[in-house]
Structures are given as structure tokens and as C-alpha cells.
């Protein structure tokens, strides 16, 4: 069901300050990188991270890339060290994206790091992408624009084909020129590691690098694919479905009624999943059981109840 008409906006001042006023306005906006195109909202706002997961269709919150116009700009948002000093200088504006641990202050929604505490940032090198994000001057969390389960879109008439009526609107730019998604580099471990092949090869960074980048160990749950989740699971016991706390423990409400957080009174969903992660790091902190209120289990709530499930899930 179509929310609103999908503006398409030309690459002039004029469409990428729509663009731009949009994002500030907590709207979602298809943009252009030289990867593929981008489906962005400000990574500041918990709602409009999530709206992102509502426009995909998709079940389960994975972290998302934080976009930004510079080396500068990135470093508002995460710890910056040599070797992302040095990838950046060699790479950056392009297809790479470099994982860092959070800095303090950093503003940026739980949603888009999962509950992590490191974050993806990447400087796009496409013209009318770097000028939107130099037009925001803030972080835009976005995944590939299409419906999930389909193709990475490359051109603005593939991104209007997925998701026309589900977004703001779509800087329209042409045809993407690398076509892949970004190659990941985790820079947050002991070694720099390749977290995901992509649009620039691992033996060019190694190249700048000097030695060989690590490799994911599947075994490790911080860095192995579809794990990245579970890593974080709260050290209490969780409950789901409950109507009320155990004797003791905390209650994670959702909906009017009594409780020590709420994920969202008014029975939001795209408030919830913007709650979720701080909400659970708070219950967290004061080392109870935590039962949690049933959350319906369709639109964002089949993304919601999956994190809940994997937070409720036995640990090794
Ligand atoms: O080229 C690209 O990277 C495109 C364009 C739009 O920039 N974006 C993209 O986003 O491919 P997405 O959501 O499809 O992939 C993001 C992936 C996640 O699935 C995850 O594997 C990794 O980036 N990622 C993001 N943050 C991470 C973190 N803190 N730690 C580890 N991996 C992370
Ligand atoms: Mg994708």
C-alpha cells in the first residue's frame, strides 16, 4: 500500500536540498553511490531508521552502514586509529566501508549498529551522493533501496520498481558505475579483518596495509555473518510474552499499562523498534530478569519479535 507519492528529484542544488531537507525531516530517501543506490535516513533518528526496515519488508535488523561526506565527518561518530587514517587517505571517497567502535557522544540510534558497539562509515565517492551528505552534514544510515530478497538496485527506475510509494522520494543520478556493495573492513579488533568482499579488492587494501588482512573465523560469533545478532544477548534471563514481571525482575512494556520501559504506549511499532535496543541496554544494565510484553508479530514486530527471540534465546 502506497504511503505517500515518491518524489524523484534531479541532481540540481534544488533536488538534493529537497533531499537533504527530507532526511532532516525524518523521511526516507533513495540516493546514488558509485556502489549501488542507498536507501537513507538520518542515522540520528530512531523512527526513521526504522521506517527503513518497514519500506524493505524486512524481518530482522542487521547493522547498517552510516554514510558521511568525509574522514572528518566519520570521526564525530566513531574511535579513529592509524590504520583507518591510513585506508581512509588511500580509499576514501569509495566502495569501502570501515568498522570502528562507537565514540562517546555519538548520537547515533541504536537501530542502525543493532545494539553493536561499533559502527560501518563509509564516504560515497558519486557526486550527487557525497553533495547530499555534504547538504545534511549528518550521518545517513542506508542499506541497498530494494525490497528485501531482491536485487541490489543500480538505477534510480530499479529503486522506483521496489519501492515506489514507500519512500520520500529518490535523487535520481544515473546508472551506478561499480555496481557491487562495498567492501567491509573491521578495524575495531586486535587485526584488520575483511568482514565482507565487495566493490574494492581485499588485495588493494593490502597492498596499502602492508600484510594480509585476517579472515572472518566462523566460530566467532562478533564477526561471523547472520551472528552478528546474537552476540549481544542481555546477561539476564529474558521472557517474551508475558503479561507481567517475575517476582523481582523488570517489565518491558508495549502498550498502556504499568511497567519500568516502554517500547512504545501508543502500540507504535516503528517506535518500538527504535526503542528496542536502548530499552533492552537499560534493562540490562540492572543485572534482573527481564520479561517482556507480547509485541504483534506483523510489519516491523516480525523484526522486533526476532531480535526479542534471539535475546530470550538459551546462551552457551
Ligand atoms: O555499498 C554499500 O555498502 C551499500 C551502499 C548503499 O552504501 N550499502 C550496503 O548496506 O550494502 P547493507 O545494509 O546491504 O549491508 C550492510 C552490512 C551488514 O549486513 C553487515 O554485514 C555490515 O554491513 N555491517 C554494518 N555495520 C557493521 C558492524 N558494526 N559490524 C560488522 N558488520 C557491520
Ligand atoms: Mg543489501
Redesign the pocket.
Known amino acids: 500500500m502506497p504511503l505517500h507519492s515518491t518524489e524523484i528529484l534531479a541532481a540540481t542544488a534544488t533536488g538534493i536540498a529537497r533531499a537533504a531537507q527530507l532526511l532532516r525531516e525524518g523521511k526516507l530517501v533513495s540516493f546514488p553511490?558509485e556502489?549501488?543506490?542507498?536507501l537513507g535516513a538520518d542515522a540520528r533518528q530512531g523512527e526513521a531508521v526504522a521506517a527503513i526496515y518497514e519500506a524493505k519488508g524486512r524481518p530482522s535488523f542487521?547493522?547498517?552502514?552510516a554514510?558521511v561526506h568525509s574522514a572528518e565527518a566519520a570521526q564525530r561518530y566513531v574511535q579513529w586509529n592509524e590504520t583507518a587514517e591510513q585506508l581512509a587517505q588511500a580509499f576514501w571517497p569509495g566502495?569501502l566501508?570501515l568498522?570502528l567502535p562507537l565514540r562517546a557522544g555519538h548520537g547515533i540510534s541504536p537501530l542502525v549498529?543493532a545494539g553493536?558497539e561499533?559502527?560501518?562509515v563509509?564516504v560515497?565517492a558519486h557526486p550527487a551522493g557525497q553533495a547530499l551528505l555534504q547538504a545534511l552534514d549528518g550521518p545517513v544510515a542506508?542499506?541497498?533501496a530494494n525490497p528485501s530478497g531482491k536485487i541490489s538496485p543500480t538505477t534510480a527506475a530499479h529503486v522506483q520498481a521496489g519501492l515506489d510509494g514507500r519512500i520520500a522520494a529518490i535523487l535520481d543520478d544515473g546508472a551506478c558505475e561499480v555496481g557491487l556493495?562495498?567492501t567491509?573492513a573491521?578495524l575495531a579488533g586486535p587485526a584488520p579483518m575483511l568482514?565482507?568482499p565487495?566493490?574494492l579488492a581485499a588485495e588493494e587494501i593490502e597492498a596499502v596495509l602492508g600484510r594480509k588482512l585476517a579472515v572472518r573465523d566462523v566460530h566467532d560469533p562478533l564477526t561471523a555473518?547472520g551472528q552478528?545478532l546474537s552476540h549481544y544477548a542481555p546477561g539476564a534471563p529474558v521472557r517474551l510474552n508475558a503479561s507481567a514481571p517475575d517476582e523481582g525482575g523488570l517489565f518491558l512494556g508495549f502498550g498502556p499499562g504499568v511497567c519500568d520501559l516502554n517500547l512504545s504506549e501508543s502500540r507504535d511499532l516503528a517506535e518500538a523498534a527504535a526503542n528496542l535496543f536502548g530499552h533492552l541496554h537499560r534493562l540490562d544494565s540492572l543485572g534482573k530478569p527481564i520479561a517482556v510484553a507480547p509485541v504483534p508479530d506483523h510489519g516491523l514486530g516480525e523484526a522486533i519479535n526476532d531480535r526479542l527471540r534471539r535475546a530470550a534465546a538459551p546462551r552457551d
Open positions: 553511490t556502489t549501488v543506490y542507498g542487521n547493522p547498517l552502514i554514510h566502495p566501508t568498522v549498529t553493536l561499533t559502527l560501518g563509509r560515497p542506508a542499506p541497498s556493495e562495498s567491509i573491521g568482514l565482507r565487495g566493490g555473518p552478528l
